[in-house]
């Protein structure tokens, strides 16, 4: 295990509107970039006009039609039970958080908590979050970053800020077991605007997950990454599935949270579809979506 420990964590960015959605790999911090085609990168490189250091590194989760699993692997958990939620506020040189700002997180964290709780319930699961550091202080933690979020190398960087935190001060094992909880995470936020995404566990090195929000991010977003590191997988074209598959959750389950995500009078309007259900672990498998092997966990 390295200093760090992430290195075989995969990362889900989430799009802005309009933008294909990221979906990083850190793998032993070689970092591949994927964006429309190899091709079309390879000459973009060529003809100067794309510079692979001005993007953060990205890579295709797995094979398309055989995305990894993320599935109860790590601390998070299955998305039943107890669940403490760990927020983590990160200073950089350019961006400091004020405690009004940090302040405006919560509203967003419990919208999107929420309304995982309401969705678990039409499932018939319990879920509860322990989130609220405004009434239990020791879930928060600050941080002081000496590099910024538009660094060509950020996310190296904040690979090794995280890696320092949950190998030192927060104790993930010891916070669960002194909240007799069923699962944890932690948000991790940056006062600046920036694709959120978040950092599940494949099965190797550490499996403390995080998710990475930046302070232009809503709750549906919010709610969108949090489920990632339960097992939650992104059905956008051309990402873990076929395109049979994206076509298939696109006219049965077209509100999927993990399709799109749509706020409406500060509400999420998105619902939570069976297959999304069962790669989280809500449901068993059906037979409606049996026939395509690639959506089994």
């Known amino acids: 295990m390295s200093a760090s420990g992430l290195q075989s964590l995969y990362i889900y960015m989430y799009p802005r509107k309009g933008n294909a959605n990221w979906l990083i790999t850190m793998n032993k911090r070689l970092y591949i970039i994927k964006f429309i085609s190899v091709s079309f990168i390879m000459l973009l490189l060529i003809s100067g006009v794309f510079d692979i250091m001005s993007v953060r590194s990205l890579s295709a ?7 990894r699993n993320a599935y109860d692997q790590g601390m998070a958990g299955i998305l039943k039970g107890d ?10 040189p350019s961006d400091k958080w004020t405690v009004h700002e940090m302040n405006e997180t919560l509203p967003k964290l419990q919208t999107a908590t929420d309304y995982l709780t309401k969705q678990a319930g039409d499932y018939k699961v319990d879920v509860s979050f322990n989130y609220d550091w405004s009434k239990d202080r020791k879930l928060r933690y600050r941080a002081i970053a000496d590099f910024e979020t538009d660094d060509k190398d950020f996310t190296d960087k904040l690979d090794e800020l ?12 010891d916070i669960l077991s ?3 909880a069923d699962g944890i995470f932690m948000m991790v936020y940056f006062n600046a605007p920036d694709r959120s995404y978040a950092i599940a566990y494949d099965g190797e090195d550490i499996p403390q997950e995080t998710v990475i929000m930046f302070n ?3 709750a549906a977003e919010y709610a969108h990454e949090i489920l990632h590191v339960f097992g939650a997988h992104d059905f956008y074209d051309g990402e873990e599935y076929t395109d049979d598959v994206v076509k298939f959750i696109k006219k049965k389950y077209p509100d999927d949270i993990m399709l799109d995500t749509v706020m409406k009078k ?5 619902s939570i579809g069976p297959v999304t259900a069962y790669h989280i672990g809500w449901t068993d498998e059906t037979k409606e979506f049996k026939e395509y092997d690639q959506l089994l966990r």
């Open 266 to 270: 500060d509400e999420i309007s998105n």
């Open 83 to 92: 669940i403490v939620v760990l927020s983590l506020f990160v200073n950089t």
């Open 61 to 67: 989760l797995g094979d398309l039609g055989e995305p």
């Open 162 to 173: 995280i890696g320092s935190l949950v190998n030192g001060r927060i104790n993930y094992d």
């Open 216 to 218: 232009d991010g809503d």
């Open 178 to 180: 002194s909240y007799g």
